[in-house]
């Protein structure tokens, strides 16, 4: 925009002011424009080296603090702390452990993958890792569903042992107590699984740093586990 205002001003208005004759102004208001020009060109002409190295220095500060410049969108920020939008988003992150969702969907080639307790113990470590992120209020998962399961219908498990001791207990779990929530974190052959994350904040630059290491942690999975977050 600047570049084509300045090829208009030494093209097209020349041209106009050739093209259309100019209007003959009255004496009695004299126009004071080019006495003010005549000053300020004899001070920008006795001041050159001031502006060069003044303009100079001002664009190496400008493009230094450029650098500081945080690209985020927080609409949060658009409202007082004690207005009634920042308590109630603040109320909802406390009661249901972050307002933002996110997902990990978690894949594998094999069918019945997230019934066998090793794949189910790759997705609790992920969880505590999650769960150690600034920015997380807590996830949910299989893990969790039938870890329920599990100290429900074997009352003498520990309450620490979430995960079976094997795929064939899982099968019993989840055939004596699975509902239809689980389709909420598994599909029918089990070869998929979604790990539901909440978030407490909603500024994106903080959502983007938490996905950036979300995505690294999620490369160490091993094959032939695959993941991504959304």
């Given at each position: 925009g600047v570049a084509l205002s300045w090829i208009t001003a030494l093209t097209v208005v020349p041209a106009g002011l050739i093209i259309v004759p100019a209007r003959r102004r009255s004496s009695v208001h004299p126009d004071p424009t080019p006495a003010v020009a005549?000053?300020?060109?004899?001070?920008?002409?006795?001041?050159?080296?001031?502006?060069?190295f003044g303009g100079s220095a001002l664009a190496i500060i400008s493009f230094a603090a450029a650098t500081n410049i945080d690209v985020s969108?927080?609409?949060?920020?658009?409202?007082?702390?004690?207005?009634?939008?920042?308590q109630n988003f603040d109320r909802i992150g406390s009661t249901f452990a972050g307002t933002v969702p996110m997902r990990?969907?978690?894949?594998?080639?094999?069918?019945?993958?997230?019934?066998?307790?090793?794949?189910?113990?790759?997705?609790?470590?992920?969880?505590t890792w999650l769960k150690e992120?600034?920015?997380?209020?807590?996830?949910?998962?299989?893990?969790?569903?039938i870890g329920l399961l599990h100290q429900a219908i074997?009352?003498?498990?520990?309450?620490?042992?979430?995960?079976?001791?094997?795929?064939?207990?899982?099968?019993?779990?989840?055939?004596?107590?699975?509902?239809?929530?689980?389709?909420?974190?598994?599909?029918?052959?089990?070869?998929?699984?979604?790990?539901?994350?909440?978030?407490?904040?909603?500024?994106?630059?903080?959502?983007?740093?938490?996905?950036?290491?979300?995505?690294?942690?999620?490369?160490a999975l091993p094959p032939p586990l695959s993941a991504e977050d959304t």
């Open positions: 005549r000053h300020l060109t004899n001070f920008n002409l006795t001041h050159q080296r001031l502006f060069l969108t927080n609409v949060l920020q658009n409202f007082a702390a004690a207005s009634s939008i920042r990990v969907l978690i894949r594998s080639d094999n069918a019945e993958a997230f019934k066998n307790p090793k794949n189910l113990k790759k997705i609790s470590e992920l969880q992120q600034s920015e997380v209020g807590g996830s949910y998962s299989l893990v969790d569903y074997v009352p003498d498990a520990s309450q620490e042992s979430k995960i079976p001791s094997s795929t064939r207990l899982t099968n019993h779990l989840l055939l004596l107590g699975g509902g239809a929530d689980l389709n909420r974190f598994a599909d029918a052959s089990f070869a998929n699984t979604l790990v539901h994350v909440r978030v407490k904040t909603a500024s994106t630059s903080a959502l983007l740093s938490l996905t950036n290491r979300i995505e690294t942690r999620l490369a």
